[in-house]
C-alpha cells in the first residue's frame, strides 16, 4: 500500500478546508455541564432526553454535550446543572499525531519490520476519500494464517485522539520487543493482531485543519444537507452510532445532534471498513478506544442477560485492573451498558461474534499532549492481557468435510449460553478455524451446515488456561458416508464408525465381511502419512472388532486432532474419520 505519496492530495485536501472554513457559519455556542442525578427516577429521566453524553461514566452526575437552549430546558425539568467548560476553537497540541503523521509512522513501521507487518487500507472517508490505514501484526503478517485474531482500533470520534495514540502506543511496543521479548514474541507468532488507528480520518484532520479543538467536533464529514459547507449545526454522522444493531432506537435522529446515527444503518463508509474487516477476520476479541472515563465499558444489561454475561464481566474486570488511573486512586473500573443503540461494540458481539471492549481512556476529551500521550502508554497492559486471554480457556478446533478433508464455513453453538438474540457463529472458510471464549466447565458443542449431517459434542471438559481442541468432521447428506449402521446392508463389506468419537484414552471400530478377504485397516493423519496400521490379516466372514489406544507404530502416543481409518479390502476401500482429545 502507497501511503506516503500523498502531497497532492494533501494539498487540495488543504484548499478545500480553507474553502470550507472561511464558508463556515459559527454555530450554536456548545458547553460542557456536570449534571446532578439524585435519584433513579432523575437517572430515568434524564436517560429518556437523550443527551449528547460526554462520557460513559455516569454515577451521581453525568457529563453530557449542551448548547444553551437545551440547558435551559434541562433545569426545566428539575435538573441541577453546572456548566464546566465552554466550547470554543483552540489549536491542538503538537504532540498528537496528524493524519499525514500517522501514515508516514505506519509507512515507516513497515519498513523496520516487513516480515512481521502487512500494511493495508480498509476503507476511504465517507466524503473526501481519506485512507483509513490498517497494519496487522503477525510472523507471517502477508499471509492468512490458521492463528485467532484481535484487533485494536481508535478515533472512532475525532475529537478523542487519545484512543489513536493507544493503538500506535501499543504498536511501538509490539515491533520493538518481537525477538527479544519471549512473550510478545509468541502473541506475534501465534495471533494475528489487526491495529487501525483512525476510522475517522477526516473528522480528525477537518478538526486539527482548522483548530476545533477539544471538543468541538467528533462526527465524520457527511454533508447532510448538501451545501457543500460542513457546519457543526447540521452536518456530520456520529460513527459509532451507525452499526446495526438496534440503530432505529439509538443514537439521535437530528443531523445537528453530536450523536446522529445516519440516515440508514452502515451509511458512512468508516463503519462499513470496520464491518467489514471484522467479518472476513472473524476477530475473537477486540478492543475499540475512547475517551472519557477512564472505564471499560462491556455489553450488556438488558433482560435477559448477554449470553456471555459472566465471561465478559470476568474478561472486562481484569482489563480494568489493569489500567491505572491517570491522577492516581486506582485502576479503571469496569461498567455494563446497554446495547439499545447503534454502538460497535454490541454489534461486533452480537452480529459478528466478537468480544469487543470499549476503552473509555483519559478524564477528558482532549487532555494536554503530553498527557494524552502517558495515558496512551498506561493502557498497553490491558491491551496485553487480551494477547493472553485468546489462548483460553474456551474451545478452538476445525470445521471440515468427512469425506474430503477440506474446511468448511460452519454454523457452531455452545448450546449451554446460545441465545437467539445472537446470530450463529461461524467458522472461517479458509482453515475451518473456529474459536470460542469460555470459563472452566462442561459444554455442548453442535456444528451444522446446509448438506450434512449436524453433529452434537457433548461433555466437553474445558479447563482453566487451555483452549480445549475440538476438531469436527460433518457427514455430507448425500455422500455415501453416513453411519452405515443405520443404512441397509448393500455389500461385501462394511465399517462402522468408532466408538467412542472424539475419544481420549481408547476407542473400538467394528468391521463385518460376508467373503473370505484379506482386510487392511490404516490409521492416517490429514497429511495422508500412515500413522498406524491396525489390521492386516486374511479373515473369514463374521463381524470383527478392532481397538486402538492413539499410539503409533513406534508407542508413542498421537497428538489430538483429525485422522481417519481406511479399510482395505481385495475390491474395497472405506473410510471414516476419528478425533483424539487430549
Not at 267 to 291: C, G, I, N, P, T
Not at 437 to 446: A, C, F, K, S, V
Request: charged share 20%; aromatic share 10%; hydrophobic share 35%.
Amino acid at each position: 500500500m502507497k501511503l506516503n505519496k500523498k502531497s497532492a492530495l494533501l494539498l487540495i485536501l488543504c484548499i478545500f478546508f480553507t474553502l470550507l472554513s472561511n464558508g463556515q457559519g459559527e454555530g450554536s455556542k456548545y458547553l460542557l455541564v456536570k449534571v446532578s442525578i439524585k435519584n433513579q427516577e432523575q437517572h430515568l429521566l434524564l436517560q429518556s432526553l437523550k443527551p449528547d453524553f460526554a462520557s460513559a461514566r455516569i454515577d451521581s452526575f453525568a457529563e453530557i454535550i449542551i448548547d444553551e437552549k437545551g440547558l435551559l430546558e434541562l433545569q426545566n425539568h428539575g435538573f441541577e446543572a453546572q456548566i464546566l467548560q465552554e466550547l470554543s476553537p483552540q489549536p491542538i497540541d503538537q504532540e498528537y499525531h496528524r493524519y499525514q503523521q500517522v501514515l508516514d509512522l505506519l509507512d515507516n513501521y513497515h519498513k523496520t519490520y516487513p516480515e512481521i507487518t502487512f500494511l493495508d487500507t480498509i476503507g476511504l472517508g465517507q466524503r473526501l476519500g481519506l485512507y483509513i490505514p490498517a497494519i496487522k501484526i503477525s510472523d507471517n503478517a502477508d499471509k492468512e494464517e490458521d492463528e485467532p485474531a484481535i484487533l485494536y482500533d481508535g478515533l472512532h470520534h475525532a475529537n478523542e485522539p487519545v484512543s489513536m495514540e493507544s493503538t500506535l502506543a501499543l504498536l511501538e511496543y509490539l515491533l520493538s520487543n518481537y525477538g527479544s521479548d519471549p512473550q510478545v514474541t509468541s502473541w506475534v507468532n501465534n495471533t494475528e493482531i489487526w491495529i487501525v488507528p483512525m476510522l475517522n480520518p477526516e473528522g480528525w484532520y477537518y478538526l486539527v485543519e482548522n483548530e476545533l479543538g477539544n471538543p468541538w467536533w467528533r462526527k465524520n464529514l457527511r454533508d447532510n444537507n448538501g451545501n457543500g459547507v460542513i457546519n457543526p449545526d447540521v452536518d456530520g454522522v456520529d460513527i459509532n452510532r451507525n452499526y446495526n444493531f438496534n440503530w432505529s432506537i439509538g443514537g439521535s435522529g437530528n443531523p445537528g445532534s453530536w450523536t446522529y446515527r445516519g440516515p440508514e444503518v452502515f451509511s458512512e463508509s468508516e463503519a462499513r471498513a470496520k464491518r467489514d474487516l471484522a467479518l472476513d477476520q472473524k476477530f475473537v476479541m477486540s478492543f475499540s478506544y475512547h475517551s472519557y472515563g477512564e472505564i471499560v465499558i462491556y455489553s450488556w444489561q438488558e433482560s435477559p442477560r448477554a449470553p456471555d454475561q459472566d465471561l465478559i464481566l470476568e474478561i472486562a474486570d481484569s482489563i480494568a485492573s489493569r489500567i491505572p488511573k491517570f491522577a492516581g486512586g486506582g485502576s479503571y473500573n469496569p461498567r455494563v451498558s446497554n446495547c439499545q443503540t447503534g454502538f460497535s461494540r454490541c454489534w461486533m458481539y452480537g452480529e459478528a461474534g466478537t468480544l469487543e471492549f470499549t476503552i473509555e481512556t483519559a478524564s477528558s476529551f482532549m487532555p494536554a499532549g503530553v498527557d494524552g500521550l502517558s495515558i496512551a502508554q498506561d493502557n498497553i497492559p490491558g491491551a496485553l492481557y487480551i494477547l493472553d486471554r485468546v489462548n483460553g480457556p474456551g474451545i478452538s478446533g476445525h470445521i471440515l468435510d468427512k469425506l474430503s478433508g477440506q474446511p468448511l464455513e460452519a454454523d457452531y453453538k455452545v448450546l449451554e449460553i446460545y441465545d437467539e438474540i445472537l446470530n450463529i457463529r461461524r467458522s472461517d472458510s479458509l482453515y475451518g478455524r473456529y474459536d470460542r471464549l469460555l470459563q472452566p466447565g462442561e459444554y455442548t458443542l453442535q456444528i451444522s451446515k446446509e448438506g450434512y449431517k449436524t453433529e452434537n459434542i457433548t461433555n466437553i471438559r474445558v479447563e482453566d488456561g487451555d483452549m480445549t481442541k475440538i476438531d469436527v468432521f460433518l457427514i455430507p447428506v448425500v455422500s455415501g458416508i453416513e453411519d452405515l449402521q443405520a443404512l441397509p446392508y448393500d455389500g461385501a463389506i462394511r465399517l462402522s464408525q468408532n466408538y467412542p468419537n472424539p475419544f481420549l484414552s481408547s476407542t473400538s471400530i467394528k468391521y463385518f465381511t460376508t467373503e473370505a478377504d484379506n482386510i487392511r485397516i490404516d490409521v492416517i493423519d490429514l497429511l495422508g502419512r500412515t500413522v498406524a496400521t491396525l489390521v492386516d490379516d486374511w479373515h473369514m466372514p463374521g463381524e470383527f472388532v478392532a481397538s486402538w489406544d492413539g499410539t503409533n507404530a513406534y508407542g508413542k502416543k498421537q497428538a489430538a486432532g483429525f485422522y481417519i481409518y481406511r479399510l482395505i479390502s481385495s475390491d474395497k476401500i472405506l473410510t471414516r474419520n476419528l478425533t483424539i482429545y487430549r
